[in-house]
């Protein structure tokens, strides 16, 4: 499903407390089936893009284009139903949302509210568990008798059994360690190709933005500041300075080896790839067998 | 000297568990140094920090600070000299406004309040949000209101700054704001840090890293020491620190290079001597 | 929800707002005991005139007032219409069945509704201009003498700026599940009444289970900071009584006795 935005505009109310950025003149395109990362600081306006994703908030101006629909400031909550299905939504620390007696019937709330039978959400239910890596015997425990990293993978299985056409995932490693985090990212890359899902990752993690996405979005105070492949984003370091990115962890490596005087003819933004142009300026070891 | 800490054979299980989140730990900690304990989530890392000021009682094993042995009659002078900064910003955050959280730890103690108020002000300069004193912690960024805590606990004049994974819900500018006052306080000498943390960049700047596992110390040393064994950092899920990720890499493609840990400025330099073209 | 928790304050620094919160709770009590003691229309007008002058004072516009009368105007409605209808007079000018609309009912009502008015006005000035905080510290003091019959009167105060210092985060925290479940399916606004209350348990199970995270995290940072119980304890935040807060307790006291006296003349 693909999504585009139009001249959108968001703003929040002016007497609401919460008032922080909207969004000012966004022009986006979200490929059907590809991996997307928006990255930007804290306050960039990230999380108010994604509300748009699934229609929870409504542009002040512009179109949101989400597969057919078409929202715009006139669109109505009702029509917005069939939309939420097909869009998820794993927001950050998503385990805060889980209620229900069971683990199964948590996960099994979503596709009960979209109209599936108590069968049909339980089955639904019981695969997006298998998906995420929860065991069967948890199925029946509260929810809250789970560990921090299980409660996590059940939230997202909660929002993975609406089975929809595009995942948008908010910080979805934040606070968990790095093994937890590099399952979790595992996950979503199997998932994105076993069902050919359209993802849009929101974080802070650039090398998970340089290993997995496909287009870049970066956002500074509202407005989008440049799109493009993880290549050309993070190609810029001086730019990326300029604009209170992080780099990804080779970042920094790469600069303090250009300084030494090694020459990189497209910068490295993972290990493999340090490695592979590295290799070469090294004098090697002549082994004799 | 007398250890800051030392924990003998500390055991403790938790009431739903089966599994013991602490067998037989013992420590011992010099004062001024900065202690990195690392381990994954649910390692015991956090068990152990929360013993330290009493906030745990160990089943069996004891606790010494600066050479005083905590019981219940001894724990609130111990608290007075341990302070800990907690995970989360906001659920410690108690005072209605910057400078009355500063304050809470003091008049806790009976500070009086012709001396809070100086104490208050040197504590929020320490840690640079002096403009922010009569904020509402609504209105702050996570990074802020750890820096509030940190100031909230040096206000207190502690002998041991614990941070329990202070840094781990942190956008990587509050990150790198409390990390680096961490090591300015370092730099202060009069403290001892112990840091609780998975981040092994942050562990990097440690005197000494105590890696946890099952509850279970499993091994301590130096960061070069801990990260040249990068196997066992991952077989307790941990990551490896890039630059030995790179050196682990180089040596595997027939690359001399140095047989040790070495730190991204080392490694640069290491690697300019093999240099092919020189 | 908002707009009865927050949007009450209203940030500035008139007169009124640099008032001790201890005079305005003082005076706001003060006043509701004076309206009963107002039977006639000249102590109305003198009243009413205390309300413009302090609405005036306080720099803040009608508007932010007449917001504040909007959540009570059904209860102010029924209760004047009860006072028009249902009053026995001898000038009657209209009846039907047990319905009357008298003389003495109209000046009823119209005394209930000058009550109310003013009543609402003046507590309405008071949580405009004052901070919750503030008004947390005023009551902690005025409350202060019940420590002679023991109650705890330090953690009931701690109790109360620790709750107001939360409010902000648990409508952040409302707002977040609101919308994760939103995003599930759940259709907060509209459906029947069953429905609609059957929707609330998704959000507050919840908003119970992370308070409960939030209670058990503030408890271990406070004990770790020292926190045993009130006894002991020094205070950072005082409140300082001004002159300025005795001129207008002097003030007050002047305006109503003088009003007391017009009463018992007439």
Same mark, same amino acid.
């Given at each position: 499903?693909?999504?585009?935005?139009?001249?959108?505009?968001?703003?929040?109310?002016?007497?609401?407390?919460m008032?922080?950025?909207?969004?000012r003149d966004?022009n986006l395109?979200?490929?059907?089936?590809?991996y997307?990362a928006? @990255? +930007? =600081?804290?306050?960039s306006?990230?999380? #108010?893009?994604l509300q748009? !994703?699934n229609a /929870?908030?409504?542009?002040?101006?512009?179109?949101?284009? @989400? +597969? =057919?629909q078409?929202v715009?400031?006139? #669109?109505?909550?009702k029509? !917005?139903?069939? /939309?939420?299905r097909?869009?998820?939504?794993?927001?950050?620390?998503p385990e805060?949302?889980?209620f229900e007696? #069971?683990?199964?019937?948590?996960v099994a709330?979503a596709?009960?509210?979209?109209?599936k039978?108590?069968?049909?959400?339980?089955?639904?239910?019981?695969?997006a568990?298998?998906?995420?890596?929860?065991a069967?015997?948890?199925?029946?425990?509260m929810p809250f008798?789970l560990?921090?990293?299980?409660?996590?993978?059940?939230?997202i299985?909660g929002?993975?059994?609406?089975?929809p056409?595009?995942?948008?995932?908010d910080?979805?490693?934040?606070?968990?360690?790095?093994?937890?985090?590099?399952e979790?990212?595992?996950?979503?890359?199997?998932?994105?190709?076993?069902?050919?899902?359209?993802?849009i990752?929101?974080t802070?993690?650039?090398?998970?933005?340089?290993?997995?996405?496909?287009?870049?979005v970066?956002?500074?105070?509202?407005r989008?500041?440049?799109?493009g492949?993880?290549q050309e984003?993070?190609?810029?370091?001086?730019?990326?300075h300029?604009h209170?990115?992080?780099?990804?962890?080779?970042?920094?490596?790469?600069?303090?080896?250009?300084?030494?005087?090694?020459?990189f003819?497209?910068?490295?933004?993972t290990?493999p790839?340090l490695?592979?142009?590295?290799?070469?300026?090294?004098?090697?070891?002549?082994?004799y067998e | 000297m007398?250890?800051?800490?030392?924990v003998k054979d500390?055991?403790y299980?938790y009431?739903?568990?089966?599994?013991?989140?602490?067998?037989?730990?013992?420590?011992?900690?010099?004062p001024?140094?900065?202690?990195?304990?690392?381990g994954?989530n649910?390692?015991?890392k956090?068990?152990?920090?929360?013993?330290?000021?009493?906030?745990?009682?160990?089943q069996?094993?004891?606790v010494?600070?600066?050479g005083?042995?905590?019981?219940?009659?001894?724990?609130?002078?111990?608290?007075?000299k341990i302070?800990?900064?907690?995970?989360?910003?906001?659920n410690?955050f108690?005072?209605a406004?910057?400078?009355?959280?500063?304050?809470?730890?003091?008049?806790?103690?009976g500070?009086?309040?012709?001396?809070?108020?100086?104490?208050?002000?040197?504590a929020?300069?320490q840690v640079g949000?002096?403009?922010?004193?009569?904020?509402?912690?609504a209105?702050?960024s996570?990074g802020?209101?750890?820096?509030?805590?940190?100031?909230?606990v040096?206000?207190?004049?502690?002998?041991?700054i614990i941070?329990?994974?202070a840094?781990?819900m942190?956008?990587?500018?509050g990150?790198?704001?409390?990390?680096?006052l961490?090591?300015?306080l370092?730099k202060?000498g009069?403290f001892?840090?112990i840091?609780?943390t998975?981040d092994?960049?942050e562990?990097a700047?440690?005197?000494?890293?105590?890696?946890m596992d099952?509850?279970?110390v499993?091994t301590?040393?130096?960061?070069?020491?801990?990260?040249a064994?990068?196997?066992?950092?991952?077989?307790?899920g941990l990551?490896?620190?890039l630059?030995?990720?790179?050196?682990q890499?180089?040596?595997?493609?027939?690359v001399?290079?140095a047989?040790?840990y070495l730190?991204?400025e080392?490694?640069v330099?290491?690697?300019?001597?093999?240099?092919?073209?020189? | 929800?908002?707009?009865?928790?927050?949007?009450?304050?209203?940030?500035g620094?008139?007169?009124?707002?640099?008032l001790d919160?201890?005079?305005?709770l003082?005076?706001?009590?003060?006043?509701?005991?004076?309206i009963?003691?107002?039977?006639?229309?000249p102590?109305?007008?003198?009243l009413g005139?205390?309300v413009?002058?302090?609405?005036?004072?306080?720099?803040?516009?009608l508007?932010?007032?007449l917001?504040?009368?909007?959540?009570m105007?059904?209860?102010?409605?029924?209760?004047?219409?009860l006072?028009l209808f249902?009053?026995?007079?001898?000038?009657?000018?209209?009846?039907?069945?047990?319905l009357?609309?008298?003389?003495e009912?109209?000046?009823?009502?119209?005394?209930?509704?000058?009550?109310?008015l003013?009543i609402?006005?003046m507590?309405?000035?008071?949580?405009l201009t004052?901070q919750?905080?503030e008004?947390?510290?005023?009551?902690?003091?005025l409350?202060s003498?019940?420590?002679?019959?023991?109650?705890?009167?330090?953690e009931?105060?701690?109790m109360?700026?620790?709750?107001l210092?939360?409010?902000?985060?648990?409508?952040?925290?409302t707002?977040?599940i609101?919308n994760a479940?939103?995003?599930r399916?759940?259709?907060?606004?509209?459906g029947?009444?069953?429905?609609r209350?059957?929707a609330?348990?998704?959000?507050?199970i919840p908003?119970?289970?992370?308070?409960?995270?939030?209670?058990s995290?503030?408890?271990t940072a406070?004990?770790?900071?020292g926190?045993?119980?009130g006894?002991?304890?020094t205070?950072?935040r005082?409140l300082?009584w001004?002159?300025?807060?005795s001129?207008?307790?002097g003030?007050?006291?002047?305006?109503?006795?003088?009003m007391l006296?017009l009463?018992?003349?007439m």
């Amino acid at each position: 499903m693909d999504i585009t935005f139009k001249q959108v505009d968001y703003t929040y109310q002016a007497d609401s407390p919460m008032a922080t950025l909207g969004l000012r003149d966004i022009n986006l395109h979200f490929k059907s089936g590809t991996y997307n990362a928006i @990255i +930007g =600081q804290t306050g960039s306006g990230k999380s #108010t893009l994604l509300q748009h !994703l699934n229609a /929870l908030l409504i542009p002040t101006k512009g179109e949101v284009v @989400i +597969g =057919q629909q078409v929202v715009t400031p006139q #669109t109505k909550n009702k029509e !917005l139903y069939d /939309l939420r299905r097909k869009v998820g939504l794993v927001f950050q620390f998503p385990e805060s949302q889980l209620f229900e007696e #069971t683990v199964l019937k948590d996960v099994a709330f979503a596709p009960k509210n979209f109209g599936k039978s108590v069968a049909e959400a339980d089955e639904i239910a019981r695969r997006a568990l298998r998906l995420v890596g929860i065991a069967p015997e948890l199925e029946d425990k509260m929810p809250f008798d789970l560990s921090g990293g299980q409660m996590r993978r059940v939230a997202i299985a909660g929002v993975l059994a609406m089975e929809p056409e595009v995942l948008v995932l908010d910080e979805p490693t934040a606070g968990l360690d790095p093994v937890g985090r590099e399952e979790m990212m595992t996950l979503f890359a199997k998932i994105q190709s076993e069902r050919n899902l359209t993802v849009i990752l929101v974080t802070h993690q650039m090398d998970d933005v340089v290993r997995y996405a496909e287009q870049v979005v970066v956002m500074e105070q509202g407005r989008v500041l440049k799109t493009g492949q993880p290549q050309e984003i993070f190609a810029d370091i001086p730019w990326l300075h300029q604009h209170n990115l992080e780099l990804p962890s080779t970042g920094r490596l790469v600069q303090q080896l250009q300084q030494q005087g090694f020459q990189f003819s497209q910068v490295p933004l993972t290990v493999p790839e340090l490695l592979a142009q590295l290799t070469p300026q090294l004098k090697q070891v002549v082994t004799y067998e | 000297m007398v250890p800051i800490i030392q924990v003998k054979d500390l055991t403790y299980t938790y009431q739903n568990s089966k599994v013991p989140a602490l067998q037989n730990v013992s420590l011992t900690i010099e004062p001024g140094q900065w202690i990195a304990i690392v381990g994954h989530n649910g390692s015991g890392k956090s068990t152990l920090a929360q013993m330290l000021n009493g906030l745990i009682a160990p089943q069996s094993g004891e606790v010494y600070i600066d050479g005083e042995l905590l019981t219940e009659e001894s724990v609130w002078a111990i608290r007075r000299k341990i302070g800990i900064v907690f995970q989360s910003p906001d659920n410690q955050f108690v005072g209605a406004t910057v400078a009355d959280d500063v304050a809470f730890g003091m008049e806790n103690n009976g500070v009086p309040r012709a001396e809070m108020i100086p104490r208050v002000q040197a504590a929020l300069a320490q840690v640079g949000m002096t403009a922010y004193a009569d904020h509402e912690p609504a209105r702050l960024s996570g990074g802020q209101k750890q820096r509030v805590a940190l100031a909230g606990v040096l206000a207190q004049r502690p002998q041991v700054i614990i941070l329990d994974e202070a840094t781990s819900m942190l956008d990587p500018q509050g990150r790198h704001d409390v990390v680096s006052l961490m090591t300015s306080l370092r730099k202060t000498g009069q403290f001892t840090i112990i840091s609780i943390t998975h981040d092994i960049d942050e562990a990097a700047l440690a005197d000494q890293v105590i890696l946890m596992d099952n509850g279970k110390v499993i091994t301590s040393g130096t960061p070069a020491e801990i990260f040249a064994q990068g196997e066992m950092l991952q077989q307790h899920g941990l990551t490896v620190p890039l630059s030995e990720k790179v050196r682990q890499g180089l040596l595997q493609a027939g690359v001399k290079v140095a047989d040790h840990y070495l730190d991204e400025e080392q490694l640069v330099k290491n690697l300019w001597t093999l240099h092919s073209n020189k | 929800m908002n707009k009865l928790i927050f949007g009450r304050y209203y940030p500035g620094n008139s007169f009124v707002h640099r008032l001790d919160p201890r005079l305005k709770l003082i005076l706001n009590i003060l006043f509701i005991v004076l309206i009963f003691f107002a039977q006639h229309w000249p102590s109305y007008v003198i009243l009413g005139a205390v309300v413009v002058v302090s609405v005036w004072a306080s720099g803040i516009y009608l508007s932010f007032f007449l917001r504040g009368l909007r959540p009570m105007l059904w209860l102010i409605l029924f209760t004047v219409g009860l006072q028009l209808f249902f009053t026995s007079g001898q000038h009657v000018y209209w009846q039907w069945g047990w319905l009357s609309l008298s003389r003495e009912g109209l000046i009823n009502a119209g005394y209930i509704a000058a009550r109310f008015l003013l009543i609402i006005f003046m507590s309405t000035l008071l949580t405009l201009t004052t901070q919750p905080l503030e008004i947390a510290d005023g009551l902690e003091y005025l409350i202060s003498p019940l420590r002679v019959i023991k109650f705890p009167v330090n953690e009931v105060a701690l109790m109360l700026s620790i709750a107001l210092r939360f409010v902000p985060k648990l409508m952040d925290e409302t707002t977040k599940i609101m919308n994760a479940q939103r995003a599930r399916g759940v259709d907060f606004n509209n459906g029947s009444l069953l429905k609609r209350a059957k929707a609330l348990l998704p959000l507050l199970i919840p908003l119970m289970m992370s308070s409960i995270d939030i209670a058990s995290d503030l408890t271990t940072a406070m004990i770790s900071r020292g926190y045993r119980d009130g006894e002991g304890r020094t205070r950072y935040r005082i409140l300082k009584w001004q002159m300025r807060d005795s001129w207008v307790l002097g003030a007050f006291v002047v305006i109503s006795t003088g009003m007391l006296v017009l009463e018992r003349m007439m």
